[in-house]
């Protein structure tokens, strides 16, 4: 059973791809902190910080497949390590922005182009080729955890750094964590696992050629529609829910607790659906992670808001967070195998961060137009039931064989 132990060098990428995630997230999932006291001191809407987050989930979508592909081609570490300059770059640029374009340019543009090559469908697809198949969502599961532990640590630690130094002091900081992104790019150098015994004569496929084979799938599209919907519901929560605790006359340290506790309590989430994701169906897995998102929103809303509300709120969604991620992953690389999967799995984050778009955006204008967020929280309980409907159509047989 050696085979289908972790080599080594799979162990050292995992190590590398954890520490990577931890810092990449982390700090990005602390971005909700910052709306308030940079909209304060410029004397912004909710909507200018909110459309420079939404941008920067397009960018960080529409440019997926594009870095994908070269991960694919030229190898992950090269491109993991310009994504780390990037990141550092509009970190520090963000630090400086007071105008709206400058966000736009720093959050949005720059950022978004970091993120896309320092986040999951670049790693987790690294990982993915280095892993034996029956190993592969559990690898996943563990990479993703990594993520949510940085998500963990990055929030108290970002809340601290704003108290007492301000906000442009803290980006200043979060840059110099970032920047070590760079040197931790070379631990990803895992060869791509080889079935043992496996036919040497297999028709190669290009480029072009898996694309009009995934455009022609449609369980792939159907996959694609459902990530949509986990992007606009993760953002949504994640950028505006300190700030609706706030409108409800919660202090900013309780908004850091609950994502916080989303950051923790994901680690147990992403991991446990790495590991049921090699035993169960991973579509029918997706169908239930989406119901109970819907139920755990409609239970959230319909109680009265407390402490003990909003913390356990953030343990069950916490829970449910990424999860979605080794599960989806899993499934393109089930569908069309390794060779290839940065850049398929880059197609279907598009549609993520899509999703991710309209959630952080529409948030935001939502609030300044209304002063509340009641018809974005109705809109993510229904595109709950939308995302266990469409899975009912996601078949995760092979299409392509490794």
């Given at each position: 059973?050696?085979?289908?132990?972790?080599?080594?060098?799979?162990i050292?990428m995992?190590?590398?791809?954890?520490?990577?995630l931890?810092?990449s997230?982390?700090?990005?999932?602390?971005?909700?902190?910052?709306?308030?006291?940079?909209?304060?001191?410029?004397?912004w809407g909710?909507?200018?910080?909110?459309?420079?987050?939404?941008?920067?989930?397009?960018?960080?979508?529409?440019?997926?497949?594009?870095?994908g592909?070269?991960?694919?081609?030229y190898?992950?570490?090269?491109?993991?390590?310009v994504?780390?300059?990037?990141y550092?770059?509009?970190?520090?640029?963000?630090?400086?922005?007071?105008?709206?374009w400058?966000?736009?340019?720093?959050?949005?543009?720059?950022?978004?182009?970091?993120?896309?090559?320092t986040?999951?469908s670049?790693?987790?697809?690294?990982?993915?080729?280095?892993?034996p198949?029956?190993?592969?969502s559990?690898?996943?599961?563990?990479?993703?955890?990594?993520?949510?532990?940085?998500q963990?640590?990055?929030?108290?630690?970002?809340?601290?750094?704003l108290?007492?130094?301000?906000?442009?002091?803290?980006?200043?900081?979060?840059?110099l964590?970032?920047?070590?992104?760079?040197?931790?790019?070379?631990?990803l150098?895992?060869?791509?696992?080889?079935v043992?015994?496996?036919?040497?004569?297999?028709?190669?496929?290009?480029?072009?050629?898996?694309?009009?084979?995934?455009?022609?799938?449609?369980?792939?599209?159907?996959l694609?529609?459902?990530?949509?919907?986990?992007?606009?519901?993760?953002v949504?929560?994640?950028i505006?829910?300190?700030?609706?605790?706030?409108d409800?006359?919660?202090?900013?340290?309780?908004?850091?607790?609950?994502?916080?506790?989303?950051?923790?309590?994901?680690i147990?989430?992403?991991y446990t659906?790495?590991?049921?994701?090699?035993?169960?169906?991973?579509?029918?897995?997706l169908?239930?992670?989406?119901?109970l998102?819907?139920i755990?929103?409609?239970?959230?809303?319909?109680?009265?808001?407390?402490?003990?509300?909003?913390?356990?709120?953030?343990?069950?969604?916490?829970?449910?967070?990424?999860?979605?991620v080794?599960?989806t992953n899993?499934?393109?690389?089930?569908m069309?195998?390794?060779?290839?999967?940065?850049?398929l799995?880059?197609?279907?984050?598009?549609?993520?961060?899509?999703?991710?778009?309209?959630?952080?955006w529409?948030?935001?204008?939502?609030?300044?137009?209304?002063?509340?967020?009641?018809?974005?929280?109705?809109?993510?309980?229904?595109?709950?039931?939308?995302?266990?409907?469409?899975?009912f159509?996601v078949?995760?047989?092979?299409?392509?064989?490794?």
């Amino acid at each position: 059973m050696s085979e289908t132990r972790f080599s080594k060098p799979l162990i050292y990428m995992l190590i590398g791809s954890a520490i990577i995630l931890a810092l990449s997230l982390g700090v990005r999932h602390g971005f909700g902190l910052y709306l308030v006291p940079m909209s304060d001191e410029f004397g912004w809407g909710h909507n200018v910080f909110s459309l420079a987050i939404a941008m920067q989930n397009l960018i960080w979508g529409a440019a997926q497949p594009f870095t994908g592909a070269l991960a694919d081609k030229y190898g992950s570490k090269i491109v993991v390590a310009v994504g780390g300059v990037l990141y550092t770059i509009g970190l520090l640029l963000m630090a400086v922005s007071s105008t709206g374009w400058l966000l736009n340019l720093s959050v949005g543009l720059i950022l978004g182009l970091a993120l896309s090559a320092t986040s999951f469908s670049v790693l987790l697809s690294a990982v993915g080729r280095a892993a034996p198949p029956e190993k592969r969502s559990l690898a996943m599961g563990i990479a993703s955890a990594a993520g949510s532990f940085g998500q963990f640590i990055m929030l108290p630690s970002t809340l601290l750094l704003l108290q007492n130094f301000g906000w442009s002091a803290a980006l200043v900081v979060s840059a110099l964590l970032i920047a070590m992104i760079v040197p931790l790019a070379w631990m990803l150098k895992a060869p791509a696992f080889v079935v043992p015994n496996a036919s040497t004569n297999q028709v190669q496929l290009s480029f072009k050629d898996i694309l009009v084979i995934a455009k022609n799938h449609k369980p792939f599209w159907f996959l694609s529609l459902g990530f949509l919907v986990c992007g606009f519901q993760v953002v949504f929560i994640g950028i505006h829910l300190p700030g609706y605790l706030i409108d409800h006359g919660f202090n900013a340290t309780t908004g850091t607790v609950f994502l916080a506790l989303v950051g923790l309590f994901n680690i147990v989430g992403t991991y446990t659906a790495g590991w049921l994701g090699g035993k169960y169906s991973k579509p029918k897995l997706l169908m239930g992670l989406y119901g109970l998102r819907g139920i755990a929103i409609i239970v959230f809303l319909m109680l009265p808001l407390s402490t003990f509300t909003i913390y356990s709120f953030g343990v069950v969604m916490g829970l449910l967070w990424l999860s979605t991620v080794p599960l989806t992953n899993g499934i393109v690389a089930n569908m069309f195998g390794i060779k290839y999967l940065s850049m398929l799995s880059g197609i279907v984050f598009f549609t993520h961060q899509v999703g991710s778009f309209f959630g952080g955006w529409l948030g935001g204008v939502n609030h300044d137009v209304t002063g509340n967020y009641d018809l974005i929280w109705l809109f993510s309980i229904i595109l709950s039931v939308f995302g266990v409907l469409v899975h009912f159509f996601v078949d995760e047989k092979a299409v392509v064989h490794d």
